[in-house]
């Protein structure tokens, strides 16, 4: 069965970074784009970044310049790098496949907590 697990969360100053993974397992993981999204505290689920089978890319406007995408398909793994953290980048990060038009998966999310 499909697997996703999120880590490397935690709490940092303004300003810092930080680098989060998804470990992916139960599908042909360098056939599929990979997404992560993020949830803050009263506030909708959003999009943050997606990488494609062939490692192409796309960030929402709010993290552009800041967050990077990457995968490593020989260790099924999607990596998040956040930097220039703002106190509202503080969410639980998601990873997320689309694995057909009627199926998607989710991790069980990573905190971020973004303060002084």
């Known amino acids: 069965q499909v697997q996703l697990v999120e880590s490397g969360g935690g709490l940092v100053q303004p300003g810092g970074s930080l680098r989060l993974s998804c470990a992916a397992s139960?599908?042909?993981?360098?056939?599929?784009?990979m997404r992560w999204y993020r949830q803050a505290p009263g506030k909708e689920r959003e999009f943050v970044a997606t990488?494609?089978?062939?490692?192409?890319?796309g960030y929402a406007d709010a993290v552009k310049g800041r967050f990077t995408i990457s995968r490593d398909n020989a260790k099924n793994m999607v990596y998040l790098q956040i930097n220039s953290l703002k106190p509202e980048d503080t969410a639980v990060y998601y990873c997320?496949?689309?694995?057909?038009?009627?199926?998607?998966?989710w991790g069980q999310g990573t905190q971020v907590t973004v303060s002084s």
């Open positions: 990488i494609t089978s062939t490692h192409m890319t």
């Open positions: 997320m496949l689309q694995y057909s038009s009627a199926t998607s998966y």
């Open positions: 139960g599908f042909t993981f360098r056939n599929y784009a």
